[in-house]
Every structure is written in C-alpha cells, then in structure tokens.
C-alpha cells in the first residue's frame, strides 16, 4: 500500500491575508479593486469588492483565480498560448468560462503543489497584474 500525500490546504487566515495585502496596493495604485482567492479546487475561500471597484469585475476576479488553479498557471502565460494560432486557441470558451489574460496567479506551497488561485480584476491588467503580484508576496 503506498503513503497518501500529505493534504495541502490553504487556510481561511491566509487568504484574508492575501486580499488585505492586495487592497493595500489597490489603495496605493488608487484602484478599487475584487480580489477573490480560491482553493486548490478552484471553490472560492474569501473575496472581497473594495468600495466603488466594477460590479462586472466580480465575476472575472473570480474567473481569474480558477483559470489559475485549473491550469497551473498564471492567467497572464496562458493568454500567450490561447491567441490565434497558439496551442490553446478557444480554451477559454471551456470550464464555464475562462479568463485568458493577467490578473490570476496559482498560489503554491513550499514544495511547488498549488494550493489555491488569487484573481485581481478592476484597473487595467498591468494593475491587476502587480495587485496579485502583491498579494502572492505577503505569503
């Protein structure tokens, strides 16, 4: 019989730590943001509208994070590969919808298994970008 791995989980204390460290650069940057951070199977843990963020942004802060988990990386590398011509051409069409550029980025342990998304949606995407970038920094 062989050992089960060991169950990787990313609590509810550090996912409210990730969404208060990216609702300090939105505030930096002047950008309301959502931040919505999901589990390993892709099932929201804690998200959060900071006040006067886009209500379409809901939906795709969320989107951003389960891309993320469900293909291992970040919305932003997987952009690259579902243009025209690209590997991935029409993936995003899949899953119930997908998001195919920056703003989602798998969060993993200390052995690289990913445990969770983060997704960031209400400036422009190199904001987005550099919200969740901010967020994976405070783990």
């Known amino acids: 019989m062989t050992a089960l791995s060991p169950i990787t989980t990313l609590p509810l204390r550090d996912a409210r730590m990730l969404t208060e460290a990216g609702m300090a650069a939105a505030e930096r940057m002047g950008v309301p943001m959502n931040i919505a951070v999901v589990d390993d199977g892709a099932r929201l843990i804690h998200f959060v509208r900071m006040d006067g963020a886009w209500l379409g942004s809901v939906d795709v802060a ?78």
């Open 62 to 139: 969320i989107k951003k994070a389960t891309t993320a988990v469900l293909f291992r990386m970040s919305t932003a590398a997987l952009g690259a590969e579902t243009r025209p011509g690209g590997s991935l051409y029409g993936i995003e069409v899949s899953n119930g919808g997908l998001i195919a550029f920056g703003g989602g980025i798998p969060i993993t342990d200390g052995e690289g298994r990913t445990i969770g998304g983060i997704g960031v949606s209400g400036g422009t995407v190199d904001q987005d970008v550099a919200v969740a970038e901010a967020c994976i920094a405070a783990l």
